[in-house]
């Protein structure tokens, strides 16, 4: 009688999964910034990289979120191994783990096209004649996606904060308000050509300081 031999899961390395988390900020803008240079009609003054999504090439912004959305998720797991016992060591990362599956439903549920991207899409200066289905999940996952990565920056900062490092609670605590005032800016519905860019830059200001924190607690 041969006994069959039991197969034990191969757990990930938590360093593997801390550095996954730490691409995913530089591999999401490095995609979104080289299709906003090179698709035509598009304008980072009028649309936001998540209209990306539309059009022939549409497939690389949505593979973008996906990917992206996979390996923050992967370094939220590795955060919350690595992070001793504390204020925020449950939360911090869980928050950043609901941002990551945002990017997900990004990704399934796209943004609508409008504003003249893609350019068969309609006029420049007009939007979607009606919000659609896909149009609202999406922007409902990334309005969860994005309010829990600013809360997450303040739950970071009130770890660091206990722990004596002023730099980088002072570092989380600018982040979160920056991208607060420019996601509040945006949706108001007034996004105008400043508050566009400014919410680009706040966006990579908020994956910039996800990928400092990731590095940080990495070493």
Known sequence: MTIAATRTPVAIPTRALLVCGAVSGPLYFLTSFTQ????DGFDMTKHPASMLSNGDAGWIQVTNFLVSGVLLIAGAIGLSRTLE??????????LLGVFGVSLLFAAVFKADAGNGFPIDSGPVGTGSATLSTAGALHMAAGSVGFLSL?????VFASRFSREGHRGWAVYSRATGIAFFASFAGISSGNANAVVMLAFWATVLLAWGWVTAVIVRFTR
């Open 150 to 154: 600013i809360v997450a920056t303040f």
């Open 36 to 39: 906003a240079a090179l698709r």
């Open 85 to 94: 016992p504390g204020r925020g060591s449950v939360w911090g990362p869980r």
